[in-house]
């Protein structure tokens, strides 16, 4: 199947931004799920509020579009209801991890079988360009005119500490790594987050003198290394890109079937 | 076949209800005074293969319900007070996505924390305006464990016939209150399952076109048709719409489907209403102490009637103002500062008549606190 | 191995909002924007089919066809 079948065709262009992004990330994760072969009626997409989340109006797959930052929480109601279902959520920044990182590191503690997509932008784009828990210290917003004094989370640690068994962290520039890290996300069973260093052109990018998209990309290629490379070795303060975490752990619907099986016994 | 007896808490009764009327997934989290049902179901449900969940907090708990629904299953969740605040964004989404569902909210004092283990209704208002928007909503309630039991039923049948949430108003004191439920037997009490569309795979199925009759049938997330839920002004595939006839047509049907038919909708209980002059209108526990009132003074040759509302909302107007039509007075008992006496102010000729007698202490309200009041407005002396 | 030769690089100029990423990372200069600011095929000879505009493109507008290698 070419990508465009598991699109809504009818409705691109989309309204993301030139040079946005999130184009990039539906792009890599439609040849992910291509390249595994997923059957459309097995996919469920649940998306928050923001630029990211309008995602799943997109993709021809089950679309739930929810509130902001609890897409995680919806995703697991139809995840342990109905445990065949493949369950991808794609979140921006803010969505994931201010309004919604509860239910991020809750989600990542039971393991559930579920693909969170983090499209980080390192900024609340759809609103107009205020900071997010991703943007930083020092970085220029519309709620920050004498810069940012918060500091930002690292996603890949925070994934880690909460209990994700996989986490991977690539960029927009690395479409290639990007659908390989989401194959392997999707195919794998527990909880998988991969992050995707997102570009927003329009407010981050505008704000920050980060230049245009082709710019802003060529700083993805400068300022990021694979884990275990030389490049990384040599200065620290690049990026880390790569699969962090790739562990078996108990997933949280096949140790619920556990329960029912204890249940029905006694 | 003799009856199985239980006795039990409310809040056991309405677990009962529950699983008679199939629930299938519940998520929750503690908050007393509706802890007790979460702790039932967390067994019982496994036990028939349907699945519980404590999720992370309240507001992920409704959303997790509204995601189980949408796989075919009829859901539910339990709260109170502060945890039905937080529910109110989701609730708004399930009113606008048109998601079945069944919030029990066992209302304890307030504003904020309140008091968690004393007895309120002060949640009635918030049931039916605690979203932002307009939508219209099913908020049932019932004042004894088999009218608890029943009307759980009922809220399960109402969520998949008009497709909304419906929030069952208990109360603390029903809540926790221990009495006899005679559990009706299967096919007793008539039970409503999901309306699943006919539109075979491959031909193009509208998640929200209601049918000639109004319902909306629906597609589980999984099966053949892909369409999309959204909380966003959407068309009759769910897709988002700014549009302002789809969007006119849209926000006019969620509040219709329901007024449309408030008559189907509407519970309520006559106790001693034949030629009463004065009427105790009330609701829940408070119904209880009315009740309890109005036989004691009948039995002295009063006439004294209790109408006991167990639908709040839809406000059934008609009926309030058709009952207390003859009435010399019209006592609204119910725990709060008058939130369902002002809706029957609006439903009567005379509103001059209508009087409240409430308590907002955090204690029942009694049958001589009702008595007091009674005797100033017959003129009797306090 | 033969070189893979493009036979089409399909560009959907209504999705495209040329944004110029498949321009700057093209290894072979194979793309432009025209007057109207969209992506076009100006040396389709220098392709080497590696993709990566169709892979990076934002605005899911472009599509690689190689030639059927003989």
Redesign the interface.
């Known amino acids: 199947m070419?990508?465009?079948d598991y699109?809504r065709e009818r409705f691109?262009?989309?309204m993301?931004?030139?040079?946005?992004?999130?184009?990039?990330v539906?792009?890599?994760l439609?040849?992910a799920i291509e390249e595994l072969g997923l059957n459309k009626n097995n996919i469920v997409m649940t998306s928050g509020i923001g630029c990211s989340a309008r995602i799943s109006g997109y993709v021809d797959f089950h679309s739930l579009h929810t509130i902001h930052g609890r897409a995680l929480a919806f995703a697991t109601g139809v995840k342990l209801s109905k445990p065949g279902l493949k369950l991808l959520v794609p979140m921006g920044d803010g969505d994931a991890l201010a309004i919604g990182g509860n239910h991020f590191i809750h989600a990542a503690r039971r393991n559930i079988d579920i693909t969170a997509i983090i499209m980080n932008n390192r900024i609340y784009g759809m609103t107009g360009g205020q900071f997010s828990p991703l943007s930083g210290p020092g970085k220029k917003a519309t709620t920050a005119p004498y810069l940012t004094i918060d500091r930002e989370f690292d996603i890949v640690e925070l994934a880690k500490a909460a209990g994700a068994t996989f986490v991977a962290r690539s960029t927009?520039?690395h479409?290639?790594e990007s659908?390989e890290f989401l194959k392997k996300a999707i195919d794998h069973k527990g909880f998988s987050v991969v992050e995707i260093l997102s570009q927003c052109?329009t407010h981050y990018g505008r704000k920050n003198k980060e230049g245009?998209?082709?710019q802003m990309?060529?700083n993805y290629r400068n300022n990021t290394a694979k884990i275990g490379s030389k490049a990384l070795a040599d200065d620290p303060s690049l990026i880390a890109r790569g699969i962090f975490v790739d562990v078996e752990r108990p997933e949280y619907c096949q140790e619920y079937d556990q329960i029912i099986e204890r249940a029905m016994k006694e | 076949m003799t009856k199985q007896i239980m006795f039990l808490q409310g809040n056991e009764a309405c677990v009962e209800g529950a699983l008679y009327a199939g629930v299938e997934f519940f998520a929750g989290y503690p908050i007393t005074p509706s802890t007790e049902i979460a702790e039932q179901l967390s067994g019982r449900l496994p036990e028939r293969g349907g699945k519980f969940i404590q999720m992370e907090d309240e507001i992920a708990s409704m959303c997790a319900i509204i995601g189980a629904s949408l796989t075919g299953k009829k859901v539910m969740t339990a709260t109170s007070g502060p945890g039905f605040s937080l529910k109110q964004e989701a609730i708004g989404y399930a009113c606008m996505a048109e998601i079945p569902c069944v919030i029990a909210n066992v209302q304890r004092g307030g504003p904020s924390t309140g008091n968690p283990t004393h007895v309120s209704q002060g949640d009635i208002n918030q049931a039916r305006w605690g979203t932002h928007g307009d939508h219209n909503i099913i908020a049932l309630t019932a004042s004894n464990h088999q009218d608890v039991f029943s009307i759980t039923v009922d809220a399960f049948n109402m969520a998949e016939t008009y497709r909304t949430p419906v929030i069952l108003l208990l109360d603390e004191a029903v809540g926790h209150l221990r009495e006899k439920l005679i559990l009706p037997e299967k096919g007793e009490l008539p039970i409503v399952d999901r309306l699943r569309t006919s539109v075979p795979k491959g031909v193009d199925y509208h998640p929200y076109l209601p049918r000639e009759d109004g319902r909306l049938p629906m597609s589980d997330f999984g099966g053949d048709h892909r369409y999309n839920v959204t909380g966003l002004f959407h068309d009759m595939w769910g897709f988002p719409s700014n549009n302002p006839k789809v969007v006119n047509e849209l926000l006019r049907h969620l509040v219709d489907k329901i007024d449309n038919n408030i008559r189907a909708i509407t519970r309520y209980k006559e106790h001693y209403m034949e030629g009463a002059e004065y009427i105790l209108l009330s609701y829940g526990s408070s119904a209880r102490s009315a009740i309890h009132l109005a036989q004691n003074r009948r039995a002295k040759g009063e006439k004294i009637g209790v109408l006991e509302l167990q639908s709040i909302w839809p406000f059934p107007s008609e009926l309030v103002r058709e009952k207390c039509a003859g009435a010399k007075a019209v006592l609204v008992v119910e725990m709060n500062m008058g939130q369902v006496m002002a809706q029957v102010k609006m439903a009567v000729d005379e509103p001059g008549k209508i009087f409240l007698a409430n308590r907002i202490d955090g204690k029942l309200i009694t049958p001589s606190d009702i008595k007091q009041l009674l005797r100033v407005i017959q003129g009797r002396g306090v | 191995m033969a070189k893979a030769r493009l036979k089409e690089q399909k560009i959907?100029r209504?999705?495209?909002?040329?944004?110029?990423?498949c321009?700057?990372?093209c290894p072979k200069k194979v793309l432009e924007l025209d007057a109207e600011d969209k992506a076009v095929t100006v040396r389709p000879e220098d392709c080497i089919c590696c993709r990566?505009c169709e892979?990076?493109?934002?605005?899911?507008?472009i599509?690689v066809f190689k030639q059927e290698e003989e």
């Open positions: 070419a990508v465009t699109l691109f262009p989309h993301w931004c030139p040079g946005c992004g999130h184009g990039t539906l792009n890599s439609l040849r927009t520039y479409a290639k659908i052109p245009d998209a082709p990309l060529e | 959907i209504d999705w495209c909002k040329g944004c110029g990423i321009i700057a990372f990566l892979l990076r493109c934002p605005d899911l507008a599509e």
